[in-house]
């Protein structure tokens, strides 16, 4: 995967380094997407359907709470036009997944129907890596 990508600014307390990013090709579909619904937002479940398939809806849609830890937050727009995007994650699959990077790429082919992306031929998908975060608490 040689494309260049799009790190999401630290949110979580205590923590210096980002633990998601966006593909170039993440990116592009997502300004697209913007221009059809407007704000948009990320929600991972980690549920049994597309459980590496990150939901995107239009921003506060999906209604997050206390059960959710915000990952980072991202501009897929420019200095001129800023999009801003929220990457939330479910608090139960974040203590699954708290020692992985996480980078949303974009796919062919069809994912969730509740996803925004589903009727463009797309999908987004979750790709991860193994980090060694020395994280306090953890």
């Known amino acids: 995967m040689n494309n260049p990508s799009l790190d999401a600014a630290v949110t979580l307390p ?3 380094f980002s633990r998601v990013a966006l593909t170039a ?3 592009e579909l997502l300004r697209k ?7 948009l937002m990320f929600h991972q479940s980690g549920g049994c359907c597309d459980g ?3 939901m995107c809806f239009p921003a506060g849609e999906f209604l997050t709470g206390d059960s959710d ?8 727009g420019s200095v001129q036009e800023p999009q801003p995007l929220e990457f939330w994650m479910s608090k139960e699959q974040f203590a699954y997944w708290s020692h992985t990077h996480l980078t ?3 796919v062919p082919g069809r994912g969730s129907g509740f996803s925004v992306e589903a009727p463009e031929g797309k999908r987004f998908l979750i790709r991860s890596t193994l980090m060694d975060w020395n994280v306090p608490g953890m």
């Open 52 to 54: 590496s398939s990150p």
């Open 33 to 39: 997407l913007w221009l059809q619904h407007g704000p």
């Open 104 to 106: 949303v790429d974009v």
């Open 25 to 27: 090709a993440a990116v």
């Open 14 to 16: 205590g923590e210096d």
């Open 69 to 76: 830890v915000l990952l980072g937050r991202f501009d897929v």
